[in-house]
C-alpha cells in the first residue's frame, strides 16, 4: 500500500521563524512535489524533484525553498516565515518516466500539514 | 499560462441526488485526473483519462474525457453521506505539469 507521511499534521510558528516541513514516501518514487492549498485556489505548485539533490520552481516558489538528500524524503523550508504563508502544505509523489507513462501522472498525497504563523 | 476552471464551487445535495462537475480549459489538455479529498486528508486519485472522448467508470463515479480536449466531466449517482469532500479535476499540460481546477466542494444535507 503506498505512504506518503508529514511530519506533522497541525503546525503553529511565530512571524519569522525558520519552518521545515518534512515528508517522506515509501514508494520508491523518483518525483516528489510540495503544494500549498488554500480556499477557492486549489493547489498551487511550490516545488519539485524529479530526483535526489535535484529541484525545479513550481508556480509559486518565491519565500521557499527545498532540500532532497535522499531519495525518499523531500523537505520544504521556509526561511523566514511570514503570515501570508499560513496554509495547508501537501507533499505528493510519482513515479518517473517509465514504460507506462500513466504512473508519472498519478500522484500520490500524503495527509497535509496545516501550518499557521502568528 | 494554462488554467482550469472549475464549477460549481460547491454544492448542496440531497443524499440519493446525483451529481454532476466540470472542468473547462481555453487550452488543450492530454490527460485529466479527477481527485476526492476528504477533511484532513490529502487528495486521493479517482479516475484518469488518457484519451479525447474516454469514458471511465469507478463505481458509481463516471467521468469523460471532452472530444475536445479541453474539459472533462465527472458524474456521481445516486450520492451517499461518504461522498462528501472537495473533488478536484487536474489536467497535463504542455509542460508535463499538472494544472488543477480550484475544486467543487460537495455537502449532503441530511
Known amino acids: 500500500d503506498v505512504k506518503v507521511t508529514q511530519s506533522s499534521r497541525y503546525l503553529v510558528k511565530r512571524t519569522g521563524e525558520k519552518v521545515f516541513l518534512e515528508c517522506v514516501q515509501d514508494?520508491?518514487?523518483?518525483?516528489m512535489f510540495w503544494y500549498r492549498q488554500d480556499p477557492g485556489l486549489g493547489l498551487r505548485l511550490i516545488y519539485f524533484s524529479y530526483d535526489v539533490k535535484m529541484k525545479e520552481k513550481g508556480d509559486i516558489p518565491e519565500g521557499y525553498s527545498v532540500s532532497r538528500e535522499k531519495k525518499e524524503r523531500f523537505s520544504l523550508i521556509l526561511e523566514s516565515a511570514s503570515t501570508n504563508q499560513t496554509s495547508m502544505y501537501l507533499c505528493?509523489?510519482?513515479?518517473?518516466?517509465?514504460?507506462?507513462?500513466?504512473?508519472?501522472?498519478?500522484?500520490?498525497f500524503g495527509p497535509g500539514t496545516r501550518l499557521t504563523v502568528t | 499560462g494554462q488554467q482550469l476552471n472549475q464549477s460549481p464551487q460547491s454544492m448542496f445535495i440531497q443524499e440519493g441526488e446525483d451529481v454532476s462537475m466540470n472542468c473547462t480549459s481555453s487550452?488543450?489538455?492530454?490527460?485529466w485526473l479527477w481527485y476526492k479529498q476528504e477533511p484532513g486528508e490529502g487528495p486521493v486519485l479517482l479516475i484518469a483519462l488518457y484519451k479525447a472522448g474516454e469514458l471511465t467508470s469507478n463505481g458509481r463515479l463516471t467521468a469523460q474525457f471532452g472530444i475536445t480536449r479541453k474539459d472533462s466531466f465527472l458524474n456521481i449517482s445516486a450520492s451517499i453521506p461518504s461522498d462528501v469532500g472537495i473533488y478536484f479535476c487536474a489536467g497535463i499540460g504542455s509542460n508535463y505539469q499538472l494544472i488543477w481546477g480550484a475544486g467543487t466542494k460537495l455537502i449532503i444535507k441530511p
Open positions: 487550452s488543450i489538455f492530454n490527460t
Open positions: 505528493a509523489s510519482s513515479l518517473f518516466a517509465t514504460e507506462d507513462l500513466r504512473a508519472v501522472y498519478e500522484q500520490y
Open positions: 514508494m520508491d518514487h523518483e518525483n
